[in-house]
């Protein structure tokens, strides 16, 4: 059974930093791209970000590019979003994602975490 548990979240000032972490377990981790996305408060989920299964393609979503990095550690099973230079609009509920393909592009979501509340103060 595939298990994701984020950690990292929490009440950080705007522009400050957060390190967001997701632990995977269940399946062979470096087989399968991971990814974040986050939901806000009366708005749909949307895509973060996404690494591919060997961390040497990454992809943003537009509204985050230059301030997060995704990033992750097969060794350890984990994967990780460092948010820099946060804003009030970055408030939102972060959830770990494991795609069906080595590539995010190749395949949807199999399975999600439980989320971490991330709230940016301004």
């Known amino acids: 059974q595939v298990q994701l548990v984020e950690s990292g979240g929490g009440l950080v000032q705007a522009g400050g930093s957060l390190r967001l972490s997701c632990a995977a377990s269940?399946?062979?981790?470096?087989?399968?791209?991971m990814g974040w996305f986050r939901q806000a408060p009366g708005k749909e989920r949307e895509f973060v970000a996404a690494?591919?299964?060997?961390?040497?393609?990454?992809y943003y979503a537009d509204s985050v590019k230059g301030r997060f990095t995704i990033s992750r550690d097969n060794a350890k099973n984990r994967v990780y979003l460092q948010l820099n230079s946060l804003k009030s609009e970055d408030t939102a509920v972060y959830y770990c994602?494991?795609?069906?393909?080595?590539?995010?592009?190749?395949?949807?979501?199999?399975?999600w975490g439980q989320g971490t509340q991330v709230t940016v103060s301004s």
């Open positions: 994602a494991q795609f069906r393909e080595t590539t995010p592009g190749k395949g949807e979501v199999d399975y």
């Open positions: 690494i591919n299964w060997s961390g040497g393609s990454t």
């Open positions: 269940g399946r062979t981790f470096n087989r399968y791209a």
